[in-house]
DNA sequence: ATGGCATCAAAATGATGA
């Protein structure tokens, strides 16, 4: 079974695209991420037409996220419990009904720039909830991932060049220190069991030449339950889906990243 | 040090992103 994650930011504006490597890479399972469309704005026919189910959280211009699965999905959770007055649409979770079952998920973790704004603290709370939600998952014991855009560069090898994130939210001493607790419950990042060859970045910023400069950031992760570590075949990022237009659509700054499971 | 680029939605001297 293949699982990707992929922030596309704006499902619409980039639809030809994703559906283009979606019939190239015939991903099982997909969360993505930064839909920045409500419900009944979302897709649905064209990834029908390719055999996929949809679970969707959408949300009005930002936010929004999003599992594809050609398997039904079952047992459905829109939205990140634990503080009831938060709206944006960050957060679903769903079973993969197939001969055994895999729980998924598609996380958009808060950015938290500024740092020094209401949007920092956010950041953290969200990822205390998320910290208590993933305890609750483990305890199921069954093969589960964590998937999702985690707005965090995990350790000085995910960036460019340190300098330029020292006061950034995604690279934080406690940002960093918060997805390490993530892993110390008993998840294990997927690009450490299997780490790429050369390139492990997975978003690259549309501005100043970034991508071509190769001045990427690893920020969109797999927190593999040890059900679902001891069953990793394979890692890969699709970098090459920067570069990459179709029909006038132009990329994502964030690429598909996938882990293949022997499901 | 700043801005650079992209999207949405509104029609901004904008908001957000990472």
Redesign the pocket.
């Known amino acids: 079974m293949k699982i990707f994650t992929y922030?596309v930011?704006?499902v619409?504006?980039?639809l030809p695209l994703i559906l283009e490597w979606f019939e190239e890479t015939q991903p099982d399972v997909c969360a993505l991420q930064?839909l920045?469309?409500l419900d009944e704005k979302f897709p649905y026919e064209p990834f029908e037409r390719l055999g996929y189910n949809a679970a969707v959280h959408g949300q009005?211009?930002?936010n929004g996220v999003a599992l594809l699965s050609k398997q039904p999905l079952i047992d459905v959770v829109r939205g990140l419990p634990g503080e009831p007055e938060d709206e944006q649409s960050r957060y679903i979770e769903a079973v993969v009904d197939g001969s055994v079952p895999v729980r998924v998920t598609s996380i958009y973790l808060?950015?938290g720039?500024?740092i020094g704004t209401d949007?920092y603290p956010y950041k953290h709370r969200w990822y205390k909830r998320l910290q208590a939600r993933a305890k609750e998952i483990l305890a199921f014991e069954e093969i589960s991932v964590l998937s999702g855009?985690f707005?965090t560069i995990p350790t000085k090898s995910d960036l460019y060049r340190e300098s330029a994130w020292l006061d950034d939210a995604?690279y934080q001493p406690e940002t960093r220190a918060a997805y390490q607790s993530l892993k110390n419950l008993g998840y294990s990042d997927a690009c450490d069991l299997m780490p790429p060859e050369g390139n492990r970045y997975t978003?690259w910023?549309?501005?100043?030449g970034a991508w071509q400069k190769n001045e990427g950031?690893r920020?969109d992760h797999h927190l593999l339950s040890p059900q679902a570590a001891d069953r990793l075949k394979s890692f890969e990022i699709h970098k090459d889906a920067r570069g990459r237009t179709h029909d006038d659509?132009?990329p994502s700054?964030h690429v598909p990243v996938g882990v293949e499971l022997d499901v």
Not at 205 to 208: G, L
């Open positions: 922030n930011n704006s619409n504006a980039r930064e920045k469309c009005k211009t930002w808060p950015n720039n500024p949007k855009d707005n995604l978003f910023d549309y501005q100043a950031i920020i659509a132009k700054d």
